[in-house]
């Protein structure tokens, strides 16, 4: 098997509709593979515009740089993906977007319930205070208030 030609970042930048600084970006977050060449200009695998493809969508439907790097990981960066390894790919983007939908869905349902009620009652509202655990822990910020004490504690121990 031949080795996937390599094109100019400009190239990238043209066929994906982007600047090329967000190409380079890209490159420098690790999400997209890129050599240097001898001259060290960035050139890039032609199957990275693919992959910035699938980044552009995975943001735009609400997944963060640190999210689409994890999915984007188990495509290989030394080959074009084949259609086997976006299937895979796809299947977790796919749980991804059902375990959202339930959430919505949900959300949905709560909403036609309680609209118009106007309660808001931190004892009985789903929406405004759903499954509150710390609520036995006093009021206020006790996760913070015990995160911050934590450290306190810790530095007049070292100091």
């Known amino acids: 098997m031949s080795p996937e030609p390599l094109v100019s970042i400009g190239f990238i930048a043209k066929r994906t509709g982007n600047a090329v600084s967000l190409i380079r970006y890209y490159a420098n977050e690790g999400l997209i593979p890129s050599v240097r060449t001898e001259g060290g200009n960035r050139v890039f695998p032609r199957s990275v515009i693919r992959r910035v493809s699938f ?5 735009n439907m609400g997944y963060s740089l640190a999210q689409i790097k994890t999915l984007l990981s188990s495509l290989p960066n030394n080959r074009t993906p084949t259609q086997k390894d976006w299937i895979a790919l796809s299947e977790t983007f796919n749980q991804h977007i059902e375990q959202r939908i339930a959430a919505l869905t949900s959300l949905k349902t709560s909403l036609q319930g309680c609209i118009g009620c106007g309660c808001l ?3 009985r509202c789903k929406l405004y205070n759903s499954d509150d655990k710390m609520a036995a822990h006093g009021a206020g910020a006790q996760l913070l208030d015990d995160n911050v004490q ?3 504690l810790a530095q007049r121990l070292k100091g």
């Open 55 to 59: 980044i552009l969508i995975a943001q």
């Open 121 to 123: 009652s931190l004892e």
């Open 150 to 152: 934590s450290m306190y």
